[in-house]
Nanobody, 121 residues
């Protein structure tokens, strides 16, 4: 079994910053890719940022230069540093991890419970 726990969301004014965290625990062998998605009201869930085991990153055009994804492999944790926040960044943010489990050695895709980010103008 694997559990993901997110934290760090909240209410912030435009131009402010927040840092999201997602910690994975349980039967983990390797975390291949760590992703952050977000879903705004009435919109589809979209990929915001991704980071591979080797540290390669990818960002949605809308957040490039403002958001930074990072990971701590020793802690099975992924972070999303969000700076210069805009009202358009409002939504529920989800971490999504591709994990090889230590009990089955198979690849699974796990989602966090989501954390609300609200940016006021």
């Amino acid at each position: 079994q694997v559990q993901l726990v997110e934290s760090g969301g909240g209410l912030v004014q435009a131009g402010g910053s927040l840092r999201l965290s997602c910690v994975a625990s349980g039967s983990i062998s390797t975390i291949i890719v760590m992703n952050w998605y977000r879903q705004a009201p009435g919109k589809q869930r979209e990929l915001v940022a991704a980071i591979t085991m080797g540290g390669e990153t990818n960002y949605a055009d809308s957040v490039k230069g403002r958001f930074t994804i990072s990971r701590d492999n020793a802690k099975n944790t992924v972070y999303l540093q969000m700076n210069s926040l805009k009202p358009g960044d409002t939504g529920v943010y989800y971490c999504n991890l591709d994990i090889v489990r230590s009990d089955t050695y198979r690849l699974y895709h796990y989602w966090g419970q989501g954390t609300q980010v609200t940016v006021s103008s």
